[in-house]
């Protein structure tokens, strides 16, 4: 099994920014992409982008490119989401994912992935 861990949401202004992390333990030699998704009340989880931990490659969602970046820390285990220049349609729970290989057809796909964290939530005001 593969534990995903979220950490650092909270309350912040439009325009702010925000850095969540993702932590992951257990079996981690299962999990060459991790990937970030949200959900607002009422709307179906939505794909943010997605990071491999070996050679670093990451894909966005258009809604957040340009404004979040997606790192990845392999000495720790732990995937990081920057967010910039929040926008209030920006405020979900986040959640980290885990999958076992790289496809730009099904990136973006939730059922696609493994393992789930518990989320965290992001509020933007405006």
């Known amino acids: 099994q593969v534990q995903l861990a979220e950490s650092g949401g909270g309350l912040v202004q439009a325009g702010g920014s925000l850095r969540l992390s993702c932590a992951a333990s257990?079996?981690?030699?299962?999990?060459?992409?991790m990937g970030w998704f949200r959900q607002a009340p009422g709307k179906e989880r939505e794909f943010v982008g997605a990071?491999?931990?070996?050679?670093?490659?990451?894909y966005y969602a258009d809604s957040v490119k340009g404004r979040f970046t997606i790192s990845r820390d392999n000495a720790k285990n732990t995937v990081y989401l920057q967010m910039n220049n929040l926008k209030p349609e920006d405020t979900a729970v986040y959640y980290c994912?885990?999958?076992?290989?790289?496809?730009?057809?099904?990136?973006?796909?939730?059922?696609?992935?493994?393992?789930w964290g518990q989320g965290t939530q992001v509020a933007v005001s405006s």
């Open positions: 994912a885990s999958r076992s290989r790289w496809s730009r057809a099904t990136i973006m796909t939730p059922n696609e992935y493994d393992y």
């Open positions: 257990g079996r981690t030699f299962r999990t060459y992409v």
């Open positions: 990071i491999s931990w070996g050679d670093g490659s990451t």
